[in-house]
């Protein structure tokens, strides 16, 4: 379970399990993971996601934005999805999915209203 605040330029991101945070990500023009020191997008890629992908792709996903330049765009009455390799991305008024079989890496997120 997590909280996601945005604001213009800004994300933060607080993931909780069994009532303590276990994550906190801060996206602005550099990344913070846990309240460490700021960090540039392609360093944080390289140790916890993939260097190949996207500078800035951790917050397009938290934003709902299109990746990869919009590749593979497939705009829909509800939002967009995208293919690309062994990615899957979706985006919809409710839910945010992103999942890379490849790199075994699994984000979902899901509005309560």
Do not use: C, W
Not at 11 to 30: N, W
């Amino acid at each position: 379970m997590g909280i996601i605040s945005k604001s213009e330029d800004s994300i933060l991101v607080d993931i909780f399990a069994v009532g303590h945070q276990v994550l906190k990500l801060e996206m602005g023009t550099f990344i913070s993971v846990n309240g460490g020191v700021p960090t540039p997008y392609k360093i944080f890629n390289m140790k916890f996601l993939q260097s190949e992908y996207p500078s800035k792709i951790i917050k397009n996903i938290f934003s709902g934005k299109p990746i990869f330049s919009s590749q593979n765009l497939d705009k829909n009455f509800n939002g967009f999805s995208q293919k690309i390799d062994e990615i899957i991305y979706k985006v919809s008024k409710t839910n945010i999915y992103f999942k890379d079989s490849k790199s075994k890496i699994l984000i979902k997120i899901r509005k309560i209203q």
